[in-house]
Structure formats: C-alpha cells, structure tokens
C-alpha cells in the first residue's frame, strides 16, 4: 500500500508527468496498460482515459460497479475545473480545512475531492484529459494513473 504522497510532490507529479504529443492511439496504450496491470492484480476498478471532451477509453472490471463511474465523472470534472490532479485537491482541501462539499457553487453531484483523476498534461502545462481511476483508496487510484502515464513517456 502506497502512501498518500505530500502537496509539493503532487505538484512535482503535474510539472514532469506530460506528455509531448497525445492522440487516440496513446490514450488507448494508456487504458490498456492500466487495465492489464488491473486484471493482473485483481483490482476491482473502473477506468477511463478522456480527452478532446470525450472518452476515448473506459472499461469496468470484476468487482467495480456502476458507482465508480459517476466517481469517475466527478473526479474529472474535478481535475478539469481546477487543473490539477484531483488528488491535489483533496490534499490542499483537506489542509485548507474545507472540503469541497463545503465550497459554494461546487456540486457534489458533479465535482468531488477524492483522488484518482490525473490531467494529461502538455509539455506547456495545458490540460487536455485526464486518466482516472476508481475503485481502491483514492491515493491508490492516483498512484495507477500516473503510474500508466509514465509508461507511455
């Protein structure tokens, strides 16, 4: 079990995980590497990589249920609203004292600051999808995002 990691290496995580190109064919490497480690170790997640304001890869495996995709949903609309990995919102939350279900126009139905949800992040910084993950503790689900975009790098 992985530990929950600090604001500032959440940050350092967004400043040297991008990507220099992204297209439909890496967001399919991506689903497919988180997916393949997933079955492999018996992980009961949901999984979806979105870009270009739409998802190009979402697959749901034993054990998962239709719960984790509106966690899905909520965790990115999370990381596109803030642009940052929802993970990174959850910490700085947390240390600010307030959670997002707290925050004035922040609807729990659509936003949520549980981790899981990474942004794909150009070399410039700018977001253009996110991979997301749902379905073990949320610093868990973040740790596999990253994790599969660092394959494909």
Not at 25 to 36: M, V
Not at 59 to 64: D, E, F, H, I, Y
Not at 65 to 88: D, G, P
Request: glycine share 8%; no cysteine.
């Amino acid at each position: 079990m992985s530990a929950i990691p600090s604001l500032e290496t959440l940050l350092q995580q967004e400043a040297t995980v991008r990507v220099s190109q992204f297209d439909f064919d890496t967001a399919w490497k991506i689903g497919s590497l988180l997916r393949e480690r997933a079955v492999s170790e018996k992980m009961p997640v949901a999984i979806e990589v979105f870009a270009f304001g739409q998802v190009l890869f979402s697959t749901s495996l034993s054990g998962s249920s239709a719960e984790n995709l509106e966690w899905i949903a909520r965790k990115r609309h999370t990381v596109l609203r803030n642009a940052h990995s929802s993970l990174y919102t959850q910490e700085l939350n947390k240390s600010q004292g307030t959670p997002m279900s707290e925050m004035n126009y922040m609807d729990p139905e659509r936003y949520t600051d549980s981790g899981g949800s990474f942004p794909i992040l150009l070399g410039n910084g700018g977001v253009i999808g996110t991979v997301t993950v749902s379905g073990l503790p949320s610093h868990e689900d973040h740790a596999l995002a990253v994790w599969a975009i660092q394959q494909v790098l």
